[in-house]
């Protein structure tokens, strides 16, 4: 009781510190002599799919003509990824570099990798930075138009807040962009978060303090934070997601036999795989191939049509089998308030994508990707839904013309995160 005393002292001290030195700060349009240049702001222990989305931003901001600082903070394996996959899109990259979890590596349990999550991304990074200050770097005298903030992981919004303020860049808004919750995760409402995850709703009350504009990655998700903290309502909004770059990406594939593809990790408490795995034998004559983390077990003998390995493969490599693929599908949680990232930064594959959706707003999932201009074939987590679903994609293969909806060009998201238009 002592320790939550203390961090709600800490964050009333904090957030009246932050109104006493902010600057109130007006919305940019896109008529404004605003400078051209833009402040990325990232920090990760890991790569993974919300970094995957916010490459669609690092494109946008590119394709907008801007020039793009970052300051990327993470282990330095990580930052040497970033460099590789993302540096192409930034002026500047400035790397601090903190230290790997070492004791990650000893942990077994899943429940125990969990409870170690926990305290490192909740307890620890909440009260102890990872790095020190005097590894931030300087950026006065830099003319930037924006701080643009990804959040999560949670460090990443903690750590912006702490380089605006070294830099006293209090003039100049600070957005920030959230491709997940973090007291919402798995939830349908915003009764339904757990007692235990009372530190995620304060963290994330504290890191939306620190933001003139919060942009979450989908409407349902901003109509919940909305309701979770009222206070910040105001300065919340939504954003649709771009798609990602390909660099494998060759075109149609020439597949003798038509391919379909699912990637990513279909976990029994995530995701519902079993009607998939029975729509299959409606196809003898297409080949499916499906890749992930799972406890699933799954034996191939009985699905003579499948080719299925088990186990989380290097992103590169994923890649370059969705490229070979004629279809990809996307397979919707059986909770939470998005669709998989996923199934935005397919949209650019010149091939049809099929989103399959679960959970209890599956109607609200499917409502809104029916409006993206049919770019998504869409049906629900049920066995003749699913093959309705792919039965429609595999009559637009010979024919099949790409169309990206115009909303979700690179230079549309950005401008909708940046200049609020």
Known sequence: MDLMLLYEIRICFMQQEEISTRKSVMSLNCEDKAP?????????????????????????????????????????????IFKDKYGHYFRHIFGVIISEGWLKRYLHSEWVKVLYSFYLHFLKDGFIRPYRRGQLPNLRGHDYRCVLSFVPPPMSGLFAHDLVSMNNLHHIPLIQFWT?????????????????????????????????????????????????????????????????????????????QITIGLFGAYQRRVRNIEPLLASLRSFPKVKFIIRGDSDVEINPSDYPNLDILPGRLPSAEVEQLETQCDILLSLGALAGMTPPGKTFYYANYDKPIVYISDGVHRDYFIKYLNSLEGRFITCHNTVESIVAGINNAIALLPNFILKIPTRMAPEAIVRRLIDNS
């Open 36 to 80: 051209s240049r833009v402040l990325c702001v990232y920090a990760t222990r890991q790569i993974d799919s919300n970094l995957f989305m916010s490459g669609t931003l690092f494109n946008g901001l590119k394709k907008c003509g801007y020039e793009v600082d970052v300051v990327f903070m993470g282990p330095h394996g990580v930052l040497d």
């Open 180 to 256: 997940d919750p973090l007291s919402l995760g798995r939830c349908n409402d915003i009764n339904e978060i757990p007692i235990w995850r009372c530190f995620h709703k304060m963290l994330e009350h504290r890191i939306l303090s620190y933001a003139d504009r919060a942009v979450f990655c989908f409407p349902l998700l901003c109509e919940m934070e909305q309701r979770l903290h009222p206070e910040f309502a105001q300065k919340m909004t939504w954003s649709d997601v771009s798609y990602v770059e390909h660099p494998f990406d060759n075109g149609k594939p020439h597949n003798q």
